[in-house]
């Protein structure tokens, strides 16, 4: 049995390792991201508060200032923890799309039972990779920060190859 892989008309240009390579890049990018706290930084955050204390009544230019620290306490507390808990979530999910791509590429299927053991690796880094962009999306949506950072990144997991083939078709059309 031939060891040639053939690849979907779509990744024709792309090497076998190019997918893994891809993704580990992304991987980095995002660290890097995380490491700078996806991005928020305290002036974001500042000028999304600087609108939420506007309208309501008070009685002196005082209150406003205090109400407007206590507002800028309490979604900097937030913020870090929210920063925290999505480190950890997005650090997992890369981390599980690259062993995932691993694990499949280390099967050679000669057999159908090594063709839906490499397959389910690659459907696992598929759906890893899908979680991702939906926690991305939710970061994005729910924090002051650089939102083409986040659509960067989703569309990076999208036109890495990780997520393209869905068909599973044949065990040549996923070989990363």
């Known amino acids: 049995m031939s060891r040639e892989w053939h690849y979907h008309k779509k990744d024709k240009d792309k090497e076998p390792l190019d997918v893994l390579q891809d993704i580990l890049r992304s991987r980095e990018e995002i660290t890097r991201d995380l490491a700078n706290d996806f991005g928020i930084k305290e002036k974001l955050v500042r000028k999304q508060v600087e609108h939420e204390p506007k309208g309501r009544p008070f009685s002196s230019s005082e209150e406003y ?85 986040y659509s960067r990144h989703v ?10 083939n869905t068909s599973g078709s044949s065990s040549a059309d996923c070989r990363t």
């Not at 590429?105 to 690796?121: G, K, M, T, V, Y």
């Open 65 to 149: 200032a205090d109400a407007f620290d206590q507002l800028m306490e309490q979604r900097l507390e937030y913020y870090h923890w929210f920063i925290g808990y999505e480190r950890e979530r997005v650090m997992q999910m890369t981390g599980d799309i690259y062993t995932e791509l691993r694990k499949a590429n280390r099967i050679w299927p000669d057999w159908s039972s090594e063709f839906l053991q490499r397959r389910a690796h690659m459907t696992e880094a598929l759906a890893c990779c899908d979680a991702l962009q939906g926690e991305l999306n939710y970061i994005a949506s729910e924090s002051p920060c650089d939102k083409n950072k």
């Open 155 to 164: 569309e990076a997991f999208d036109w890495s190859g990780a997520s393209r």
